[in-house]
């Protein structure tokens, strides 16, 4: 039960800030099997790059339920600062933070604290953009797009994200919508995105359903709140 737990927490952390944000439906193609198109249009489908350089921050609350146990997850991306973090309760008391401030990680969980290694810091830092799709080259990651595959009867664009030391993620945009279906890495799983309202300008996802060989059955993790551009202090990334 506790290394079920211990697994739940990590798969949670990992997922709270991959909620993306998406607007408007297309019906172009990309050209060329270019992977930037596929992030060009997907930026254009989510409100456009003027729209999404407006959001300087989010944060966001999301709700699980493992065992019968609730879940919360609260989630803040500062990407002016560099900085974010990730807090995990378990019926009502805290069982994990996570924290990106001033280039140095931590992560307290089950009472104990560790310092985050420099080279997860690296992947970590695209958590704390609100759209880190934009900027996936700039942190060095590496995009090849191959092809397209059916995800749930909808074609979908398949882009391989591999990051600098050699971890790979597989993110699938809709060929039609241009917005992210899922998301798979061998950390985490299949993560499918649903449920899409409009917050502020942009959509979306309310509802994520994750997949994972390590768990039973799917779960479903629902957003119940996310603002952006809020007010924010340094005591919240302590």
């Known amino acids: ?37 596929v992030i060009a249009r997907y930026i254009e489908a989510i409100g456009g790059r003027e729209n999404v350089a407006k959001i300087k921050n989010s944060v966001m609350v999301m709700e699980a339920e493992v065992q019968g146990m609730k879940i919360e997850i609260k989630g803040i991306a500062d990407q002016e600062n560099g900085r974010f973090v990730q807090e995990t309760s378990v019926m009502g008391n805290v069982a994990s933070r996570t924290v990106l401030a001033n280039g140095k990680g931590k992560m307290v969980a089950m009472g104990q604290e560790q310092q985050i290694p420099e080279e997860m810091i690296t992947l970590m830092k695209t958590q704390t953009y609100v759209f880190p799709e934009e900027h996936y080259s700039a942190l060095g990651f590496n995009l090849e797009l191959q092809g397209t595959e059916d995800i749930d009867g909808e074609q979908a664009h398949k882009l391989i994200i591999t990051a600098p030391n050699g971890i ?3 993110e699938y945009y809709s060929v039609k919508s241009n917005l992210k279906l899922r998301t798979s890495s061998e950390a985490t ?19 994520m359903t994750i997949k994972n060989p390590m ?13 952006f551009n809020q007010s924010l202090t340094d005591e919240q990334f302590k």
């Open 1 to 37: 039960m506790k290394k079920f737990f211990s697994f739940m927490v990590s798969l949670l952390l990992g997922i709270v800030i991959s909620v993306q944000a998406n607007y408007g439906l297309t019906n172009t193609p990309t050209e060329d099997n270019d992977p930037q198109e």
């Open 168 to 170: 790979k993620t597989v």
């Open 215 to 227: 768990m039973p059955m799917a779960l479903e993790a629902n957003v119940i709140s996310i603002s």
């Open 189 to 207: 799983g299949d993560i499918t995105y649903s449920d899409y309202q409009v917050v502020d300008g942009v959509k979306v996802p309310k509802r």
